[in-house]
């Protein structure tokens, strides 16, 4: 007897981040699955989807934003269920990572928390991980099942380049951003500008950062201060004081992640920062002030969807933009480039 083997594809989200995965789902042309995630009086939670499963490769979305360890424990419950229902392939897509941040040693008797997300993701049954911008690229390391790395710098550097463009330097916060702030540089033809810094132990493990120098000219220039996220804001508006000493004209900030803790709006809002650009990653309270700008991350994550299902190249949807080394043939090319896959609909799965 012969059968013939047709592909399924199903997505699903938790309730982290809904109206991403909402614009996700139509980027491909899909409707979200049907789930439901209650909790318990005790605080439990309980997860029940409401289709079969069976031979599916199933998409699971969940952004691990606040709070944090519920994100995380709904999304490995979802993947449990999936896995049980018999799911062909379980795709864990993970917009932002959480305890990324905590990926080695830097004291004694601490943990790698986010080598231990990486172990609760596959002992739960997930097949394959995405993910948007990694605090490290070491982090892919961790997994013994594929992990997709995307990233978000294209977006945000066609947006800077189409309201930013003139006089403009690209600033590095740190040492571990200056690849990424060189790609940067690449897209918007820009010299590039180092922070040099050094953070202090302010206690239970936390530590703030003091601007001691910068390394380039950026007297006169609109500087523009790239990174992977903005949580409390204190070192970005740290670093900002200091190139307004150092006499820049204008000082914008570009980061994929917006975690906002605490009163980092409010922190933005009251700074000398020009703007600030930012992606939907995490979910957004409403409204945002006027200097706050978002672009959609769902049509670079819709196009990896459909890739990743019809077995296609993810690379190619960034011209191996996503990488952690900045390959020759983007060095070579320069900021003039074709128009990017992510910038058409993902073709419907």
């Known amino acids: 007897m ?191 500008a180092l922070m040099r810094k050094r953070r202090m132990q302010e206690g239970k493990g936390a530590a703030a950062a003091e601007v001691l120098d910068v390394v380039g000219d950026v007297a006169g220039k609109r500087c523009l201060v790239v990174d992977d996220m903005i949580d409390t804001g204190g070192t970005l508006i740290s670093a900002v004081k200091h190139l307004i000493r150092q006499g820049a004209s204008e000082v914008l900030a570009a980061a994929t992640h917006a975690v906002f803790s605490g009163d980092a709006i409010q922190r933005i809002a009251d700074s000398a920062l020009s703007e600030v650009i930012v992606t939907n990653s995490m979910p957004l309270p409403s409204p945002l002030p006027d200097k706050i700008k978002v672009v959609s991350i769902a049509p670079i994550v819709a196009s990896t969807i459909a890739a990743v299902f019809q077995d296609e190249s993810v690379s190619e949807i960034f011209q191996g933009e996503n990488q952690e080394a900045i390959p020759p043939e983007i060095r070579k090319r320069g900021p003039k480039r074709k128009k990017k896959d992510h910038e058409a609909p993902a073709p419907s799965i």
């Open 2 to 192: 012969e059968i013939g083997i047709k592909k399924r594809a199903s997505i699903y989200s938790g309730t982290s981040n809904l109206p991403l995965a909402q614009e996700i789902a139509d980027h491909l042309g899909m409707a979200l699955g049907e789930v439901t995630i209650s909790r318990f009086a005790s605080g439990e939670i309980y997860v029940r989807f409401h289709e079969s499963a069976r031979g599916t490769d199933a998409f699971v979305i969940q952004t691990h934003s606040a709070p944090v360890n519920d994100m995380i424990m709904e999304q490995l419950l979802m993947i449990d269920a999936l896995k049980r229902a018999s799911a062909k392939r379980i795709n864990a897509v993970i917009p932002f990572f959480g305890y990324a941040r905590q990926d080695r040693k830097s004291l004694a008797r601490e943990p790698i928390s986010a080598r231990l997300i990486a172990d609760l993701l596959q002992v739960a049954g997930a097949d394959r991980v995405l993910s948007v911008d990694l605090h490290s690229g070491q982090i892919q390391g961790f997994f013994d099942i594929p992990v997709d790395h995307l990233t978000a710098l294209p977006i945000l550097a066609e947006y800077v380049e189409e309201h930013h463009r003139d006089n403009i330097v690209v600033v590095a916060p740190d040492a571990g951003r200056v690849r990424v702030a060189e790609k940067y540089s690449l897209h918007l033809d820009a010299p590039l």
